[in-house]
């Protein structure tokens, strides 16, 4: 089984991508792939510049990657109480190529944040938004404060109770695909 992970965030230190690699590790029997926003960077979406440029190839390659996985892990990030310009606008140019830019694939949604919310706002808006998109939505996990609860040394969640609740939603993890 083939699972793609990766942050809806471009910062280069990403507490999002470490939430999410970290949740790729735990699935068993799978081969991960982590990818980074900063590689599927484009201009900001509108419909004029799509006249002007076209269909960008790196949505396809985003595009290509989801549907070459059997599961996916996405850990948005929250800015100003919603998903990231960076992972709102490759999805935005995505969509533009196939409207279920998510491909109906079995869903762990995850956030965390610096504050004791843990991006939860960004969870409720990408379970809105992913919804329309084919974002097959199997579990949801906020990790709270991030730098109390996770230990970048070991790449692990320190807090006991946070770390059990991620384990057991993804030992129940519902891995069939759904029309």
């Given at each position: 089984?083939?699972?793609l992970a990766?942050?809806g965030?471009?910062s280069?230190?990403s507490?999002?991508?470490?939430l999410?690699?970290?949740a790729a ?9 982590i990818?980074d ?9 509108s419909v004029?510049r799509?006249?002007?440029?076209g269909?960008p190839p790196i949505?396809?390659t985003?595009?290509?990657?989801i549907?070459?996985?059997d599961v ?6 929250e800015h100003n109480?919603?998903?990231t310009a ?7 140019w995505?969509?533009?190529?196939k409207k ?8 762990l949604?995850m ?5 004791k919310?843990g991006?939860?706002?960004?969870l ?6 992913l ?6 939505i ?8 991030f730098?109390?609860?996770f230990?970048e040394e ?7 109770e946070?770390?059990?609740a ?6 129940g993890f519902?891995y069939?695909q759904k029309?």
């Amino acid at each position: 089984m083939k699972l793609l992970a990766f942050a809806g965030s471009s910062s280069k230190h990403s507490i999002n991508k470490k939430l999410a690699t970290y949740a790729a590790g735990l699935f068993e029997n799978t081969e991960v792939e982590i990818i980074d926003l900063n590689d599927y960077e484009l201009p900001l979406f509108s419909v004029d510049r799509e006249k002007l440029i076209g269909q960008p190839p790196i949505a396809r390659t985003f595009l290509d990657k989801i549907e070459q996985a059997d599961v996916l892990v996405i850990s948005v990030a929250e800015h100003n109480a919603g998903l990231t310009a960076a992972f709102k606008n490759i999805y935005d140019w995505a969509s533009r190529q196939k409207k279920l830019v998510y491909d109906n694939k079995p869903l762990l949604l995850m956030s965390t944040s610096p504050g004791k919310h843990g991006g939860k706002n960004a969870l409720e808006a990408a379970k809105i938004s992913l919804a329309w998109y084919g974002g097959n939505i199997r579990a949801t996990f906020s990790l709270p404060s991030f730098a109390e609860n996770f230990d970048e040394e070991t790449n692990t969640i320190s807090n006991k109770e946070f770390d059990a609740a991620l384990k057991q939603i993804i030992a129940g993890f519902d891995y069939e695909q759904k029309a």
